[in-house]
């Protein structure tokens, strides 16, 4: 009899449960990898450097978790929080989009700079954030990172950047594009009166940040499949009328041809930026740049 009703009822019992489970997973507890498609804890996401656990994806990071998972913790101390951008050539509607982006990415800005350590070395560090504006750079991001520029060369430390960024912000016009010549000179002086840069390219890095400061360290690093270049593929391909490879314009492309010094998967970046800053503290190579 229990066989038989059971068979009656077959759907009713199958779906019930199913819609339960569904209802009382709480939202943002799973994370599903766009690359792989498996489904993880977001928790133990978080605790790998937002690494997905099956094929390593690197997924995007804020600031904050960038600041969190490469400083020591407790060291960072930010600088110029309460600088802001105004609208300088009366753009319809940009006060509000950006006012919409401090409420969702609590920054101020699509960069967040200061002063922290890394395995106990001094630094300066800039770090964009794609979530305000796609990290966009407008004069603001230019000025942030000018003052950073020139913050390291006072202090004599080393200043690391971390690039994410769609590019110049169009709602600035020119003034947008200014920052690229602007923060392009900053690390010039920095460079010349001694100063180490190290640069670090995240997804994606293009338009006008990659054709400027991001491109211009003693050393220029990427995390593992990040999108770096100037103008998008779609537009290439049109110009010079040829298909381009698929990997173009991928961190391994730019290493393959030169572009870059190492591809650096994140939860080893912290490690090996810190035998840099030690190497050039005493003098000494780096073998695993060409390994």
């Known amino acids: 009899m229990l066989k038989d009703l059971f068979a009656k009822n077959k759907k009713r019992y199958a779906t019930v449960p199913a819609q339960s489970a569904r209802n009382d997973v709480p939202e943002g507890i799973m994370t599903k990898c766009p690359k792989c498609k498996r489904i993880m804890f977001t928790k133990e996401l978080l605790r790998n450097y937002k690494l997905c656990l099956h094929c390593r994806y690197h997924f995007p990071m804020t600031a904050k978790e960038r600041i969190d998972s490469f400083f020591d913790a407790g060291s960072f101390r930010e600088m110029d929080r309460e600088m802001v951008s105004e609208n300088p050539l009366s753009f319809p509607g940009y006060l509000e989009k950006l006012e919409k982006d401090r409420e969702v990415s609590k920054l101020n800005e699509a960069v967040v700079t200061g002063e922290g ?57 020119v003034l947008s594009l200014m920052q690229m010549a602007k923060t392009s000179a900053a690390l010039k002086r920095f460079s ?47 110009t010079i009328r040829e298909k381009l490879p698929e990997d173009f314009q991928t961190a391994e492309f730019l290493l393959k041809h030169g572009q870059l010094d190492a591809v650096i998967p994140r939860d080893q970046l912290k490690d090996k930026i810190s035998l840099i800053l030690e190497l050039h503290r005493q003098g000494g190579e780096l073998p695993w740049l060409t390994s």
Do not use: C, W
């Open 192 to 238: 010349d009166r001694g100063g180490l840069t190290i640069s670090v390219m995240t997804h994606p890095t293009t338009g006008g940040v990659s054709a400027s400061f991001a491109s211009l360290g003693d050393y220029n690093f990427a995390e593992p499949g990040a999108l770096i270049g100037f103008a998008g593929r779609r537009i290439i391909e049109q």
């Open 117 to 173: 350590t890394v395995n106990g070395f001094p630094v300066v560090g800039a770090v964009m954030d794609s979530s305000f504006r796609m990290g966009s750079m407008g004069s603001v991001v230019g000025e942030k990172i000018a003052r950073a520029i020139e913050h390291a060369e006072e202090r004599e430390l080393p200043l690391i950047l971390f690039a994410a960024s769609g590019g110049a912000r169009m709602q600035e016009g």
